[in-house]
């Protein structure tokens, strides 16, 4: 038995070392990352803005089935999307939120189809959720960029088929004109390089044409080429959140931005962007052009967690990318860049393969996390998708188990790894076949990948037996004993075979004491744990994210840990957490 499974391990794990040579993911560590399914928008959509406001993942505009533009803003709380109506259509418009809190939205295509540009701005509230319309921009725009200055203000930039030039925001409800522009421009990156300056460039002219060595728009002076670009040139794909990729601290007059760049070879690399000027970020590893399922295909949105001093890279396989026409899922790559160190430490992070996502459409939530919503997975735009995922790539999520490390080691380490694997799996087959007083020990065999435990949960209460049978009682409070000993509701693949295995009896038995004791199924049983823990939390720690408190409890998903919580208790997470 021990040799088959050594064998079987090999076979399992070789082709993970195995990965193409060269610049490959076999010379960077390799995750793998846990996608989640959100329920979907209620309306399909492509060619909108996804932005985080007040914590809240909220997508604005974009047109729907058919092509046809949709005036709607929608916004993900309490486990749901919320659609309320928008002033104006915004299709391939723009939308940032002001210093002042409410989201700037413009432009985009007057017509169904894509066609045309627009003059119609409107404001949204996130407090009230509701927009209103105020004014016009001072040049019709679509497929523009807008990035937030002080004082309610914001630089505007950018069109599709038609004339270019910069105007700003004023913060009182006016739109000025600043300067005409060397060259037009399609969705291009606004990053800021001082208070009240900022550079605006992109690789796509307005009709779509490719110049991976842009010449440079100043807001305040003249045009220039940056010497990097020459050399290493920006990808055809768009930018559709210009600030989503700042790493500066704008206290200290530090405009930081990241963003991929890429030589004449297809080789890409990660650029720093600090107060307008450009440079190569070091990194311990080149950037991985392939993994062992073959060619990435990046797209050029960073997006950057302050907090934990990461950030993000998304990327797909090229040949699943445009089989997507065919229904066929693709496999989602995320190279994390932890940018703080010297040399920046790459990971890439990979998922099973998906159907119905597109990865142009995300944004980084407060948790650290990514969502990404809505696009045209098929490559239709007469067929957007509604489908929403989150993709949990934070350091909070990897230390509850969810993405596990796969490449580091050289072949001789796998090797060994791969031994110890086989030599460990033959002891947790002996360990199942020990008697009953060795259940303690089993339990924390079978409660893998310890969750984040941020409060420890009071033992729950031990209930004597209602119907006098002495022998079920004493088999409860086993039961319980276990799960509270080694905390096994935390485990979210925690199973109601873990219990009987360590417990040497049949799942016919515990089965029929948990319903006869607790009057209720095993599941029920391990939530009321999992729900008691998560009110602990959520009392406690207030400053954690729900998002946070479901992982450290023990849920699989937040969209489960909101059902189970609001039928145990009648109110939402959100809810109970406020009234206490």
């Known amino acids: 038995m021990r040799y088959i499974l050594i064998i079987y391990s090999l076979f399992t794990l070789l082709p993970l070392v195995a990965a193409p040579q060269g610049n490959s993911a076999g010379k960077c560590p390799v995750v793998k990352i846990q996608v989640e399914r959100l329920p979907n928008l209620n ?7 996804l932005v985080l406001v007040n914590g809240e993942p909220t997508v604005i505009g974009g ?34 939120q002001l ?14 189809l894509g066609i045309g540009q627009s003059f119609e701005v409107e404001l949204y509230d996130p407090l009230s959720h509701t927009s209103e319309g105020f004014g016009s921009l001072d040049t019709k725009r679509a497929l523009a960029n807008a990035m937030a200055l002080d004082d309610n203000r914001a630089v505007v930039a950018g069109n599709w088929y038609h004339e270019d030039a910069i105007e700003m925001y004023d913060g009182k409800g006016g739109f000025m004109p600043v300067k005409g522009v060397s060259c037009s421009r399609a969705a291009p990156f606004i990053m800021r390089t001082t208070k009240d300056d900022a550079i605006i460039f992109t690789a796509v002219d307005s009709k779509g044409v490719h110049t991976p060595h842009p010449v440079i728009e100043r807001l305040h002076g003249e045009p220039y080429s940056e010497p990097l670009l020459q050399e290493w040139g920006l990808s055809k794909s768009c930018n559709r959140q210009p600030a989503s990729a700042f790493i500066g601290d704008e206290s200290k007059g530090d405009y930081s931005y990241l963003m991929m760049v890429e030589n004449d070879q297809g080789q890409a690399a990660i650029a720093r962007v600090t107060n307008g000027e450009f440079s190569l970020l070091p990194t311990d590893f080149p950037v991985p052009m392939a993994c062992q399922w073959g060619k990435i295909m990046y797209r050029a949105q960073i997006f950057a967690d302050r907090q934990s001093q990461r950030a993000y890279l998304l990327g797909t396989d090229p040949e699943k990318y445009r089989a997507l026409t065919k229904l066929e899922a693709t496999r989602v790559y995320i190279l994390t860049i932890d940018y703080a160190t010297t040399p920046a430490r790459l990971t890439l992070g990979f998922t099973d393969e998906i159907s119905d996502i597109d990865i142009e459409c995300g944004i980084m939530t407060n948790d650290g996390n990514l969502i990404i919503g809505g696009g045209i997975p098929m490559q239709n735009n007469f067929k957007p998708t509604a489908a929403t995922w989150l993709l949990h790539v934070s350091p909070r999520a990897q230390a509850a188990g969810i993405g596990t490390y796969l490449s580091r080691f050289p072949l001789w380490g796998w090797l060994l790894a791969v031994l110890l694997t086989a030599e460990l799996a033959t002891a947790i087959i002996l360990l199942r076949n020990r008697k009953k007083n060795q259940a303690h020990e089993l339990a924390a065999a079978i409660h893998h990948g310890e969750p984040v435990i941020v409060h420890e949960a009071p033992a729950a209460e031990l209930h004597e037996a209602l119907d006098g049978n002495e022998d079920n009682a004493e088999l409860m409070h086993r039961i319980c004993q276990l799960i509270e000993e080694h905390k096994l509701f935390l485990n979210p693949n925690l199973k109601l075979t873990d219990i009987t295995t360590a417990l040497g009896s049949s799942r016919t038995v515990i089965s029929n004491c948990i319903n006869s004791q607790r009057d209720c199924s095993f599941p029920q049983f391990i939530n009321t744990y999992r729900i008691a823990h998560a009110q602990e939390l959520l009392r406690n720690h207030p400053d954690l994210k729900i998002t946070e408190v479901c992982l450290a409890s023990g849920f699989s998903s937040e969209a489960s840990f909101y059902r189970i919580f609001k039928a145990a208790t009648g109110t939402t997470p959100t809810e109970w957490k406020s009234s206490l």
Request: glycine share 14%.
């Open 43 to 49: 309306v399909p959509r492509s060619g909108h803005s």
């Open 99 to 112: 210093s002042g809190g409410k989201v700037l939205i413009g432009g985009g295509h007057e017509h169904n």
């Open 63 to 96: 047109h729907t089935t058919n092509f046809v533009p949709i005036a709607s803003i929608e916004y993900y709380t309490d486990g749901e999307w919320h659609e309320v109506p928008s002033a104006f259509t915004h299709d391939d418009g723009f939308a940032v």
